[in-house]
């Protein structure tokens, strides 16, 4: 997957590869993989020797829909929070794939409708039931079919995929749909019938908000780091000041300061902590 983007530089537009340094007035900038979602990027920003590096939201964690995550050194490290706290410790992916091939097998009389978000996780989810040997055709929402093209298009395989529109319900049995979240909850969904519920979130660890949301069978599978995956990459860059934003700062904070780094939080206005899970 190759990919260029976009930078605007005194009214001109370049195309910037990952890797590909860019010059603007006295700073150089750089972009690497984050590994959140396809083209991803981190970047990093160098004037007068010191290093900034700012992630976006990123993940580790090894996901073969997106550019692998790649460490970057830097003095000053500006870190995402969304998992920010110790309670969010992310399964193995795979595993998570397991329990809902188990629930499929378990009730082929039932359609197992799984709300993940139009932009990464539904190709994830996709790509992880492929991995682990589903090869039946999985169903798309309307909303997902672009974004899923998109991503074939780029070289990610994601087998058979069907339209679910103007379907019978009896057609989906035994079958996994992929809709958004908000899917879930309306009239779209109760065409299916009795569906298992599912859904693809790191928010899914707290198991008062999965019933909340009538979740049946929630599946922990986040596109962003979880708190070891944060502590580790923050350790890792040798940076020793840290910027935190984005979800649960003080905690992150807190944990750098205890290993003396100069730490502060980043407050931004406008973010809804659901926005990208």
């Not at 150089?28 to 396809?38: D, M």
């Not at 995550?69 to 969304?82: K, N, R, S, W, Y």
């Not at 995956?229 to 984005?246: C, F, K």
């Amino acid at each position: 997957m190759k990919h260029r983007y976009g930078a605007n530089c005194a009214g001109s537009f370049q195309a910037l590869a990952f890797g590909e340094p860019l010059m603007i007035d006295d700073v150089e900038v750089t972009l690497f993989p984050a590994g959140h979602i396809l083209g991803s990027a981190q970047v990093r920003m160098v004037y007068r020797g010191q290093r900034a590096v700012v992630t976006g939201d990123y993940k580790t964690h090894p996901d073969s829909t997106a550019q692998p995550f790649e460490l970057v050194p830097c003095d000053l490290f500006v870190t995402e929070a969304t998992f920010g706290l110790p309670v969010f410790q992310h399964p193995n992916p795979q595993d998570e794939i397991a329990r809902l091939l188990a629930s499929l097998a378990a009730q082929p009389d039932r359609t197992h409708v799984i709300g993940a978000y139009a932009l990464g996780k539904a190709q994830r989810v996709i790509k992880l039931l492929r991995e682990a040997g589903h090869d039946a055709p999985i169903y798309l929402h309307g909303a997902q079919e672009k974004l899923c093209t998109y991503y074939q298009q780029q070289g990610v395989d994601l087998g058979d995929l069907r339209k679910a529109l103007d379907r019978d319900k009896e057609s989906f049995k035994g079958h996994v749909v992929i809709a958004p979240p908000s899917a879930l909850r309306d009239r779209w969904s109760r065409r299916l019938g009795d569906a298992v519920i599912c859904q693809a979130s790191g928010w899914m660890t707290i198991k008062q908000r999965a019933k909340q949301s009538g979740v049946e069978l929630p599946l922990v599978i986040s596109d962003h780091a979880d708190w070891n995956e944060l502590t580790e990459t923050i350790t890792a860059t040798g940076a020793e000041t840290i910027w935190v934003t984005h979800g649960r700062e003080d905690a992150l904070v807190h944990w750098c300061r205890q290993r003396s780094l100069q730490a502060e939080p980043l407050y931004l206005q406008g973010r809804d902590e659901d926005s990208s899970e």
